[in-house]
T-cell receptor, first 116, second 119 residues
């Protein structure tokens, strides 16, 4: 596709349920990032995948958060036992490769998660 | 730790006015990149500009211009002759470097400046 695609665009879930958020990066982009945008914390880095290297998970806020990237393309962010403070917009971004001299980050439209 | 400060939370101007959005950053990295992103009401983050730490030349793109001053750790963004379509949240961001000194997409964002341009 032309851009980074995320699904669903909106998700409402009950506290305690698990949710999965999906990201399709731009074709050929090897680097993939997840960010979270919330009212109180602004835009925060969550996790980064580059090719077959081990992901950089340094931004994940708790062990309830995990992500995987299958086949070097599609990524899924999973939040287990959701809490109200998890309510936010989850943004996915990709870039052609790790280094910035080739291309900047291209962001998707995000998934708005609401935990009731 | 890295930090990006956008001191202006909200700015309101009337169409055709010029407006400058401030960005001040802190980093220990010698090589880094600075970015501006625009987030219109639709929610998507739109890339505007990337500047690396070794290039202090100012840049102009149409009505947009950027002033990078390493001495004051600032990367300010000016919109000339603002238009209603410029209304959005604008984010300044700073890249982090890995152990080898390569900048990558782990960005530290400022809190954003909400710009409203009135007709």
């Amino acid at each position: 596709g032309a851009g980074v695609s995320q699904s669903p665009s909106n998700k409402v879930t009950e506290k305690g349920k698990d949710v999965e958020l999906r990201c399709d990066p731009i074709s050929g982009h090897t680097a993939l990032y997840w960010y979270r945008q919330s009212l109180g914390q602004g835009l925060e880095f969550l996790i980064y995948f580059q090719g077959n290297s081990a992901p950089d998970k340094s931004g994940l806020p708790s062990d309830r958060f995990s992500a995987e990237r299958t086949g070097g393309s599609v990524s899924t962010l999973t939040i287990q036992r959701t809490q109200q403070e998890d309510s936010a917009v989850y943004l996915c971004a990709s870039s052609q490769d790790r280094a910035f001299w080739n291309s900047p980050l291209h962001f998707g439209n995000g998934t708005r998660l609401t935990v009731t | 730790a890295q930090k990006v400060t956008q001191a202006q939370t909200e700015i309101s101007v009337v169409e055709k006015e010029d407006v400058t959005l401030d960005c001040v950053y802190e980093t220990r990295d010698t090589t880094y990149y600075l970015f501006w992103y625009k987030q219109p009401p639709s929610g998507e983050l739109v890339f505007l500009i990337r500047r690396n730490s070794f290039d202090e030349q100012n840049e102009i793109s149409g009505r947009y211009s950027w002033n990078f001053q390493k001495s004051t750790s600032s990367f300010n963004f000016t919109i000339t002759a603002s238009q209603v379509v410029d209304s959005a949240v604008y984010f300044c961001a700073l890249s982090e470097s890995d152990a080898g000194g390569t900048s990558y997409g782990k960005l530290t964002f400022g809190q954003g400046t909400i710009l409203t341009v009135h007709p």
